[in-house]
């Protein structure tokens, strides 16, 4: 065979694995990729460049929120530790004659007499701001308004905007023992800062930011690709990370939508601030952030630099322009834009005086549109690039994640849809320092690249980071452990090889470790989709919102799979009873997934209701209930 056929030969087979490896295959063959290859697990990998979504994937321009220059600019005086905020007034110097120019600001605070806080704020009377004015230390929020006027006009407003500051509250003593814990020789504690990019899967991610992919496959950073969801939207999967719990344990002693409920929830960041931690929380779009959207949010402020009442405020003040079907211009800023420059902020005042943990969440670019990260990736680079310079890569700990991929638009109706919204993105990076005192770790980090691993984990490797010398588990607090996943572990111990999605913490529901096969057998799909309506029809009743509801008719059903479970403790004793999958159109128009237990014997319905997936969008369709797991089902009257 000559060289030019050989090469020709190696091009076909490459083209043939990267065809095989996007679908879903009922008998594997050879051929077919994996993330995770195992007795007990077996998830397919995806290519993220596949010809079926390429050819309608379609790049995005990043829109700018204003054209004119800043008026007011802040700047922070490193000796005094206090901001200072300037007015450009040569800005407006030649607009008109004889003008005469007035700023004023209000300050911002949380409401914290209100029901509830979290969806409140209050505004000061306006305070006259002069040039060169030295903020107080109790001012972190404020929005501003400037005013020009000449002797023939009436005053007209010439510009707003809205700024939000780190404020130094550390006392001498504190500052010390910061740097105490900060350097400690035989157990050094780093600082942690989660990024989040909400409903970015990923294969998604690098489809749609090229050049953020390019700067975490970079030295020191590990990407987990055997990461799996364990819930349906942002909540539940940031309360596996974030507090090691689920929802449904949560309800065992307080519901969500009740005042003070996640107060009492024991977040990651409480054990951080007890081990001397400075702590800060931000997110954008505040209708939809993580524990407000269906929850009543928090009573006491959770962490010491929090910006929500800061957005709150800001999206009911200043001029909101929607872009990407979110909240995508905050006046004259992008509303991501708040969130990392305030996460800017914090890591800048104290990468070098204090250990941080911090948690930066954006939904506003990817939340409601699969190509809506294109938009962001020179932006967010640019970021990375900044965190950089400051040198937080020097001695931090960085996670770069999301919490699931996309749940409803085009994307998630793709055949690699059901893998796309079950595989969020996770990369974690660790410093040099770190890597050379824990090369232990860092092997492990490495072997876990291609094994199953959950959110839970995740909660437990930050656990694992305030206590480095830990030898194993065993040697974990109870306390400590995940409350849902009693058999989860940190990344920087080996995950099982073989490995059930039983053990990780992931439901049978959320699982991507069965291999598919498809059922081609209509009055088996008509019988199993009845049953599945039938019991949705059944839960209105029982939730009495029938009366507002509409009552559905099964409709088309567009894919029927039936798993091929593997040895694992979710197989089923009776040899008639299968788990199914199907994805299908109830009339009047709601599209569901649901994965539930089937006996072809006995015709019984093993289902749970609040598993059921809604793949269109139900924003519109159930304005007239509250509760939010009810939103993905209802059809108003």
């Not at 309360?239 to 344990?249: C, I, N, R």
């Amino acid at each position: 065979m000559t060289s030019r056929c050989k090469q020709l030969l190696l091009i076909l087979c490459s083209l043939l694995v990267t065809i095989t490896a996007t679908k879903w295959e009922s008998k594997p063959s050879n051929l077919t990729k994996y993330f995770v290859e195992s007795e007990f697990c077996k998830m397919p990998y995806v290519d993220p460049f596949s010809q079926d979504i390429m050819s309608r994937f379609r790049s995005r321009k990043l829109k700018v929120c204003h054209h004119d220059r800043e008026l007011i600019t802040p700047e922070f005086d490193p000796e005094t530790k206090l901001y200072r905020l300037h007015i450009h007034k040569e800005l407006v110097k030649g607009k008109q004659k004889n003008i005469t120019l007035t700023c004023y600001y209000q300050k911002i605070t949380r409401n914290s007499k209100e029901m509830r806080p979290d969806d409140s704020y209050s505004l000061s009377d306006h305070r006259l701001l002069t040039h060169h004015l030295t903020l107080p230390k109790d001012v972190e929020f404020l929005t501003t308004s400037c005013s020009i006027q000449n002797k023939s006009e009436k005053s007209k407003t010439f510009q707003r905007d809205g700024f939000a500051f780190v404020q130094d509250h550390f006392t001498a003593k504190q500052l010390r023992k910061n740097l105490e814990i900060m350097n400690q020789k035989d157990e050094p504690k780093p600082s942690v800062i989660i990024m989040g990019l909400d409903s970015t899967s990923r294969m998604n991610f690098r489809r749609a930011m090229p050049k953020v992919s390019k700067y975490v496959d970079q030295e020191g950073w590990f990407e987990m690709q055997g990461y799996n969801k364990v819930g349906d939207n942002t909540l539940p999967n940031m309360l596996a990370v974030l507090a090691g719990t689920s929802k449904e344990q949560v309800r065992k002693h307080c519901g969500l939508s009740y005042r003070g409920c996640l107060d009492e929830v024991n977040f990651i960041w409480k054990r951080y601030k007890k081990e001397g931690y400075t702590t800060a929380f931000a997110e954008d779009c505040e209708y939809m952030s993580t524990f407000n959207y269906g929850a009543a949010g928090f009573v006491n402020k959770p962490v010491d630099y929090y910006l929500r009442p800061f957005l709150y405020a800001a999206e009911a003040t200043l001029k909101l322009t929607s872009y990407l079907s979110a909240a995508y211009c905050v006046g004259r800023h992008l509303s991501f834009k708040y969130v990392w420059d305030f996460g800017h902020q914090f890591i800048k005042r104290f990468l070098n005086e204090a250990p941080m943990f911090g948690l930066l969440w954006s939904n506003s670019f990817t939340h409601n549109s699969m190509t809506g990260a294109t938009a962001l990736d020179s932006t967010f680079k640019e970021y990375l690039d900044n965190f950089q310079q400051l040198g937080l890569f020097n001695r931090s700990v960085v996670i770069f994640m999301s919490d699931h991929g996309d749940r409803f638009n085009s994307l998630r109706r793709k055949v690699s849809g059901f893998l796309e919204e079950r595989l969020p993105m996770i990369f974690i990076y660790v410093p040099p320092w770190f890597r050379e005192k824990y090369p232990q770790y860092v092997k492990s980090l490495k072997n876990n690249r291609n094994r199953l691993s959950s959110n839970y984990d995740l909660h437990m490797t930050l656990h694992h980071l305030l206590q480095l010398n830990t030898a194993s588990m065993a040697d974990f607090d109870p306390n400590f452990q995940a409350v849902k996943c009693k058999t989860c572990q940190s990344l920087f111990f080996d995950l099982p090889v073989n490995r059930a999605c039983s053990e990780a913490g992931i439901d049978e529901k959320w699982c991507t470790c069965h291999p598919p096969e498809k059922v081609n057998d209509p009055t088996l799909i008509k019988e199993i989709g009845q049953a599945i309506v039938d019991g949705l029809n059944k839960h209105f009743l029982e939730k009495k919102i029938s009366d507002i509801c509409h009552t559905f008719k099964l409709g088309h059903v567009r894919h029927a799979y039936r798993k091929l479970i593997l040895a694992t403790a979710f197989k089923p004793t009776d040899p008639d009873e299968h788990i199914y999958t199907l994805e299908f159109w109830a009339i009047p128009r709601g599209l569901f997934e649901a994965t539930v237990g089937w006996n072809i014997r006995t015709k019984v319905l093993t289902m749970n209701v609040n598993e059921l997936s809604r793949l269109n969008s139900y924003e519109k369709d159930s304005r007239c209930v509250v509760e939010a797991q009810m939103k993905k089902y209802c059809v108003c009257h």
